[in-house]
């Protein structure tokens, strides 16, 4: 499965016609969520071109990195998840994901798009 999205987001940064997920806070409200171009950004960054993902988004390296990372060791161990999973790593991701929200919100440094 993680290898398959790699996959798709990689196949999808050369074919932006395939179909994805709009974001629904952006449509009701016009606000950009913390995720907002995360896609767009790790397209890039799997496809190779890091400046161009790291202006759509400062985690799009981070998380291509992830996934790729992700797919190695569940091919390898032969499991979707690992049989623990520490907390404190999503509670930082997390923490870190939504600081770098507000200071766009604040700076306005959205993309267009």
Same mark, same amino acid.
Request: charged share 10%; hydrophobic share 50%; glycine share 14%.
């Given at each position: 499965?993680?290898?398959?999205?790699?996959?798709?987001?990689?196949?999808?940064?050369?074919?932006? /016609?395939?179909?994805?997920?709009?974001? #629904?806070?952006?449509?009701?409200?016009?606000?950009?969520?913390?995720?907002?171009?995360?896609?767009?950004?790790?397209?890039?960054?799997?496809? $190779?071109?890091?400046?161009?993902?790291?202006?759509?988004? +400062?985690?799009? #390296?981070?998380? +291509?990195? /992830?996934?790729?990372?992700?797919?190695?060791?569940?091919?390898?161990?032969?499991?979707?998840?690992?049989?623990?999973?520490?907390?404190? #790593?999503? /509670?930082?991701?997390?923490?870190?994901?939504? $600081?770098?929200?507000?200071?766009?919100?604040?700076?306005?440094?959205?993309?267009?798009?």
């Amino acid at each position: 499965m993680p290898a398959g999205l790699t996959g798709y987001l990689w196949l999808k940064g050369g074919h932006p /016609a395939l179909p994805g997920w709009p974001c #629904p806070l952006r449509a009701l409200t016009g606000v950009p969520c913390p995720t907002c171009f995360l896609t767009r950004a790790t397209e890039l960054a799997l496809r $190779g071109d890091l400046e161009a993902s790291l202006q759509q988004h +400062a985690f799009g #390296p981070l998380a +291509a990195a /992830a996934l790729v990372g992700w797919s190695v060791l569940a091919i390898r161990r032969g499991r979707l998840l690992p049989r623990r999973l520490p907390g404190w #790593p999503l /509670a930082a991701g997390a923490a870190a994901l939504l $600081g770098y929200w507000l200071l766009r919100l604040v700076w306005g440094s959205f993309p267009s798009g």
